[in-house]
């Protein structure tokens, strides 16, 4: 006969464990999906509308190209301060603050009046500061998962929270392209800016920084996270930051933000030169390219949470090292074999699909990069992942400039090709990773709630 429910709740919440569970932490997942797809559809809406916005302002791909690279400036250079805050101050007030500053960038990107001297600065400024407030999405959605999620979820948990990024930036090109086609392309960034504003409000309302602030965890819920993290031990609010001295020693960290540079630098030509490769190079029309871009996306979306599900089965079947460095090594090196095949391939449908599965490949090992600085850094992940993803921007930086450049010089086979030589090197950078060490030294600091 099951225990009443009034009982379940005045038991001491660690000596209850399976009886009337909650599932508020997958709950707040989800919403953490909505907000990483919210922020793609913010960043990529500027690759689908850049055709149309050169045209308006007389803006070469060159100079199309330093507005994209001003996002990555400002996301790069932010990540690491925005994680440390998400640190401090918890990922709730963070992310909520973070996604109202998306939401005013993003409108004043569409309010650029046309005609105006220095439009280009005017974009380049907007898109620079819209980068700067992204910059905490990802550190404080780790900071989340190592104050939530219990270690043998974290992989599947990351691998949905990235499933965001595909979903954001699949919906793009049909949503951005139908306001385009039928209200122009500042009424696209008029919509993004709205849904971000309200899956902001959304967020702040329901999210909570630790679980024992949240009335709706169950006592067996909060029984249940404890024990996965740490040995048990709970998360309290008298945490230890990790000084930054012993953090660029450490060589896991440093191996990990070089991986995740080589990533960042495939991911972003899908972002940012896809669609116009698809339309300028293999000359789709405007309503194809739309419906072939989206295929890197979905493949992403798809293949995010599929590797974090595999990811934390092989660790517990075979551990870290095999389930998280291993497992990443290999679908990096995957998705270098599908850059090169799809450069080759002569229909522009056929390399869309062959690109597609290499975008799908890399996407596999995104849970990876994201669980291991969790369990490296523990109270500091905030800041050690921001350190780690500052790398991939900072490659996404290089590619926005140097893809188009190799390109004109070269040929787009020639940008697949560095792409897909970028992934052995980040491939061989997880062999280096312990998955099972933990950055030593740490300062107090009182974690404001």
């Not at 972003?268 to 989206?294: D, E, T």
Request: hydrophobic share 55%; net charge positive; proline share 4%.
């Amino acid at each position: 006969m099951a225990p009443p429910t009034e009982a379940i709740e005045n038991a001491p919440r660690s000596a209850v464990t399976v009886v009337g569970r909650s599932h508020v932490r997958w709950n707040l997942i989800f919403l953490l999906f909505v907000l990483s797809g919210v922020a793609f559809l913010d960043r990529v809406n500027i690759s689908i509308a850049g055709g149309s916005i050169a045209a308006a302002y007389h803006l070469s791909n060159v100079q199309l190209g330093w507005v994209f690279s001003a996002f990555l400036a400002g996301y790069a250079l932010f990540q690491t301060p925005g994680g440390r805050l998400a640190d401090k101050l918890g990922p709730r007030r963070v992310l909520a603050a973070g996604v109202i500053w998306w939401g005013v960038f993003t409108a004043l990107t569409a309010s650029v009046p046309s005609g105006i001297t220095g439009a280009l600065w005017l974009f380049v400024s907007a898109r620079f500061l819209l980068g700067a407030g992204e910059a905490v999405m990802y550190p404080a959605s780790n900071q989340f998962v190592s104050r939530w999620i219990p270690v043998h979820e974290r992989g599947i948990a990351n691998g949905w929270i990235f499933a965001g990024v595909g979903a954001g930036a699949g919906l793009s090109p049909p949503l951005i392209t139908y306001a385009m086609l039928h209200y122009g392309w500042r009424t696209s960034f008029w919509i993004c800016a709205v849904i971000g504003l309200l899956a902001g409000l959304v967020w702040f309302i329901f999210a909570r920084d630790i679980p024992q602030e949240h009335r709706q965890v169950s006592a067996s819920e909060l029984a249940f996270i404890n024990e996965g993290i740490s040995a048990g031990k709970s998360v309290d609010t008298n945490q230890r930051l990790i000084p930054w001295t012993s953090i660029l020693k450490s060589r896991d960290v440093l191996a990990i933000t070089f991986s995740y540079f080589s990533f960042g630098y495939v991911a972003w030509i899908f972002f940012s030169w896809f669609y116009l490769y698809l339309a300028q190079v293999r000359g789709l029309n405007l309503k194809a390219s739309a419906f072939y871009a989206m295929l890197p996306f979905l493949a992403m979306a798809t293949c995010c949470p599929i590797g974090g599900f595999i990811s934390d089965r092989l660790a517990r079947r075979w551990g870290a090292r095999v389930g998280r460095c291993y497992l990443a090594a290999v679908v990096i090196l995957m998705a270098g074999v599908f850059l090169v095949l799809g450069s080759e391939v002569h229909g522009a449908r056929l390399a869309s699909v062959v690109l597609a599965g290499g975008a799908g490949a890399l996407y596999l090992a995104q849970s990876s990069f994201w669980s291991v600085t969790a369990g490296l850094a523990g109270s500091s992940s905030g800041s050690v992942s921001g350190f780690m993803n500052m790398g991939a921007q900072v490659g996404g930086f290089v590619t926005a400039s140097l893809t188009p450049a190799i390109a004109s010089r070269f040929g787009w086979t020639a940008s697949f090709l560095v792409a897909a030589g970028l992934c052995v090197l980040g491939a061989l950078a997880w062999m280096i990773v312990d998955p099972e060490r933990t950055i030593k030294g740490s300062e107090p600091v009182s974690v404001k709630t």
